[in-house]
C-alpha cells in the first residue's frame, strides 16, 4: 500500500534574542485533539504550495509575521498520528528572523514566547521530546525521522543526520 500522508509545516519562531520561542497553548477550541498542548505554528500544505510557502503563509495566518529568515531543519514522518490514524509527514522549520507583531492569541489559542531553556518543560505532545533537541540543536546536518503513533502515543523514534 502506498504512503500517502497528509503534508505539513510545522515552525519555530525565536525571539530577536533568540532565548524564547514563539509557541502556540492550544486552548481555545474544546473538540481540539491538541488541547492543552504547546506547539509550534504551521498545518497542512495547500495542493499549488512548496512548504516553504505553506509555511510562510501559516505564520501569517497563525501569527501575522512574514519570515525573513528560516531554516529547515528536518522532517518527521508520523504513521498513525492523525485523529482517525492517517499518517502525517511535517517539515520542521526554525525562523530566525521575522517581521510583525505576533497577537497575544488566535482562533486556536493563545500565542506565548516560552524561554527556549524551557520548551521542554511545557505540555507537548510526547513525541516533540525527540525531535525539539534536532530543531534547536548547533548541529547544522537536517534530521530526518519515522515516529510511528498508536492510540495519541508515539511508539518509536529513529532518524538519520545529513
Known sequence: MPYTPIIATLGYVLS???????MIHRNARPGDPHLGKYNGLGGKVEPAEDVVSGMRRELREEADIEATALTLRGTVS????GKAGEDWLG???????????PPARNHEGDLEWVPVAHMLDVPLWPGD?????????????QFHGVMPYQDGRPVSWSYSLI
Not at 16 to 22: C, F
Not at 91 to 101: E, K, P, Q, R, V
Not at 129 to 141: E, G, K, Q
Open 78 to 81: 508520523w504513521p498513525g498520528f
Open 91 to 101: 517539515f520542521l522549520f526554525l525562523i530566525t528572523a521575522f517581521s510583525g507583531d
Open 16 to 22: 530577536p534574542d533568540g532565548r524564547a520561542v514563539l
Open 129 to 141: 521530546h525527540h525531535f525539539l533537541p534536532l530543531v534547536f540543536s548547533a548541529d547544522p546536518r
